[in-house]
């Protein structure tokens, strides 16, 4: 079993910067994704960056070129740099840790706490 915490959420006025981090800790083998969702009230829970074991990136359409997921070496780490950020991303953002053994079941794996950001002004 892996744990997850997420830090660094806040609130910041538009076009402001934040950046996140997740720790991990316990069982992590086998990695296959590291990743971060959102979750706006009333919304749905969505993907906005994921990184491969491998390190190909891929990012929610509307946060490309503003938003950078990266992690260490040790692999039990995962951050999201994001600047010029707009109301609409105001959310909570959920870290999420995917094994291989998970992906290939059909599982996310596992979750952190969240953290809120709110933009405003």
């Known amino acids: 079993q892996v744990q997850l915490v997420e830090s660094g959420g806040g609130l910041v006025q538009p076009g402001g910067s934040l950046r996140l981090s997740c720790a991990a800790s316990g069982n992590i083998i086998d990695l296959y994704r590291r990743a971060w969702y959102r979750q706006a009230p009333g919304k749905q829970r969505e993907l906005v960056a994921s990184?491969?074991?491998?390190?190909?990136?891929d990012y929610l359409t509307s946060v490309e070129g503003r938003f950078t997921i990266s992690g260490n070496n040790a692999k039990n780490m995962i951050y999201l740099q994001m600047n010029n950020l707009k109301p609409e991303d105001t959310a909570v953002y959920y870290c999420?840790?995917?094994?291989?053994?998970?992906?290939?079941?059909?599982?996310?794996?596992?979750w952190g706490q969240g953290t809120q950001v709110t933009v405003s002004s």
């Open positions: 990184v491969l074991s491998g390190g190909t990136t």
């Open positions: 999420n840790f995917q094994s291989l053994g998970s992906f290939l079941k059909g599982d996310l794996g596992s």
